[in-house]
């Protein structure tokens, strides 16, 4: 694993988790919206088959929450995503990318409706709030855009809804896939979603009040203890496995949303405004010049990835890079992301990475990691 | 030292002189704009006292650079700052905090005018460039704003000017604090501007290639050895000493340039069109409610400050917080910075610091580490 000391200062927050998390065990962190991110309790296999058979609390506070609210709450959200944010109901949550004017992903958040003129954006790695800010701003809309006090604890693995069911009751297990709950937990208000950034399922809990962190981790922490509640975080290989993409590493703002393959996730022709219209019409009749793909790549486990990687065609033509890389535990075999040219995204196609200067021959995949 | 182990992905990016600083041996690092920030080679202090006398080379890669380009490049530039933009002049650097429609200092940029019409905003940690990006597209200004491939190398202590001089000629003993002259220098096209996060003096050299890191860092180092060079970061004693402020730590959106004491750094009659305007001449008429002041805390050396330290009054009640601190080499003493209620501003005043549990009295100084 390529590690670097990081010196820790006011400017790289902690986590409300942050003292429960080292005191349980956490070695390896990232910085996440300059936020302390615990990434490995002892090693990202052990984890990976605890998640799987278990339940796991993960500090993700990391994924902080820009609030939008007031009369033009709606038309502003709208403006930001192709994503038609008029079907969101108030209790539901919606995957979004978040696009500039010339289509470039900014940010794709799970947006969550708390009422008809607020929203939260629980984002991934980018200050999503000051661009918000500014459109905001720059167009005179009635909102005010804020970063919120709230932390989410993720309640992640197959007894999570035993687990949850124990603390908050049985509607526990009624609550549909994306949508959320107002709920009162460790005598703190919360909101609970079905979702969460592993393949495994369970909740998010939203606490609202970060000096109340000891207190919810505690509460689930000795409810779980009879499900084999473990510390967790995002797993590298569950993710990979599971298809979830990471903005920063998989996307970032150089890419459009038919580039990073989220089409199922936007609606070019819904009627709100919003601001890369023309864009993504041209590029959707167009289709676009490199799309990222999954790769299953031959032989041994790889080195972690530092520098880009090359993919290379049959020639040994550049025609794209790997974004993420991980050993797979179910597929036995290193899986990855890479973003190609549009020559070789179908699946089945075949490539070269070039992994440090060694060579290793590349299948793209579906995006369920099946063959075409 | 406060400080944990960070792993390294696609999404936290690397220096164009990572390399060079690791091969040099930094040991410590931070992140800032997403990337990897050397900040200590074998100490604090040793460093410091290297830096007082001799010439170091500072990745400061992660001070990137937002440019704005375009007819209304100008306008937009006074649009996010409080500063008299049109007094810089092309080949101008100027400090100019940049404040959101309530005065919050969103960042605080050195500005290069590169043209009538183009401008870097190099920047601290936040990211500017989507602010900008809202606001522009908001208001349909004529513009383009981008992150541009420029990463900047500081060359900072006394033999800085004998060591440019030696690089790009007597010249450069000629240029003016604040200003910058363009240059090539290993091959590659540079901004070389007298300034830097240091009390010692020096340039930073903007390499706008990011593939050329170790050509530069290898001409300025072969260049350097007869003036002791070394490799270097910003230090924090030197800084605190010099009393540069930073954001995220020492002022962050929840600050106004009042409370921040940047009053110099501001012009708050100017002619242009400035979104924080009407909250700033309010501002000006009550003073502010709290104010950012620096502190000499009495006793020995205090532990890393990893939580917020709360500053008190003699009764104990909770006036403001540290933000920054270090024992300072110069005056022999803990050196800090806090903001506090203006009641206790005055330079003079005495104040206690809560240091994880530790009283120390503490003396508020003028901004020169003087009494008043």
Redesign the interface.
């Known amino acids: 694993?390529?590690?670097?000391?990081?010196?820790?200062?006011?400017?790289?927050r902690?986590s409300p988790f942050e003292q429960r998390t080292i005191e349980n065990g956490a070695?390896?962190?990232?910085?996440y919206n300059?936020m302390?991110l615990p990434?490995?309790y002892e090693s990202y296999e052990k984890s990976y088959e605890h998640l799987c058979k278990h339940v796991q609390l993960w500090d993700v506070a990391c994924q902080r929450q820009v609030e939008i609210i007031g009369p033009d709450a709606l038309r502003l959200t709208e403006l930001i995503t192709p994503r038609d944010i008029s079907q969101c109901a108030v209790g539901q949550c919606m995957y979004a990318p978040l696009c500039?004017?010339h289509g470039g992903i900014?940010n794709d958040p799970i947006i969550l409706r708390l009422a008809q003129d607020r929203f939260w954006l629980s984002i991934a790695?980018?200050?999503?709030c000051?661009?918000?800010?500014?459109?905001?701003?720059?167009?005179?809309l009635a909102v005010e855009v804020f970063e919120a006090d709230v932390s989410p604890l993720a309640i992640q693995g197959p007894k999570a809804d035993d687990l949850m069911a124990d603390v908050v009751g049985e509607q526990a297990r009624d609550i549909r896939f994306f949508r959320f709950i107002d709920a009162t937990v460790a005598d703190t208000p919360v909101k609970i979603a079905r979702s969460g950034w592993s393949g495994q399922g369970g909740f998010e809990v939203y606490l609202q009040d970060s000096s109340k962190g000891n207190d919810l981790w505690d509460l689930f922490w000795e409810a779980g203890r009879q499900y084999n509640v473990g510390p967790g975080a995002p797993n590298l290989i569950d993710r990979i496995e599971a298809g979830l993409k990471?903005?920063?590493?998989d996307m970032t703002i150089d890419n459009n949303p038919f580039e990073a393959a989220l089409e199922r996730y936007i609606d070019v022709d819904k009627d709100a405004e919003y601001?890369c219209r023309d864009v993504l019409l041209k590029l959707r009749d167009a289709g676009p010049a490199r799309r990222l793909v999954n790769l299953f790549i031959d032989g041994e486990d790889l080195r972690?990835?530092?520098?880009?990687w090359p993919v290379r065609d049959a020639a040994g033509k550049h025609i794209g890079i790997v974004?993420?890389k991980v050993w797979s535990l179910k597929f036995g075999t290193n899986i990855a992301f890479a973003i190609v040219n549009a020559s070789h995204m179908a699946a089945g196609s075949t490539v070269t990475v070039d992994a440090d200067g060694e060579l290793r021959l590349a299948t793209v995949k579906t995006d369920t990691w099946g063959d075409a």
């Open positions: 694993m390529s590690t670097l000391p990081m010196i820790l200062s006011r400017r790289l902690p070695t390896l962190f990232s910085l300059r302390i990434m490995v500039d004017e900014i790695d980018s200050d999503v000051l661009w918000v800010k500014g459109v905001a701003y720059g167009r005179g990471s903005y920063g590493s601001m972690p990835m530092r520098s880009d974004t993420s």
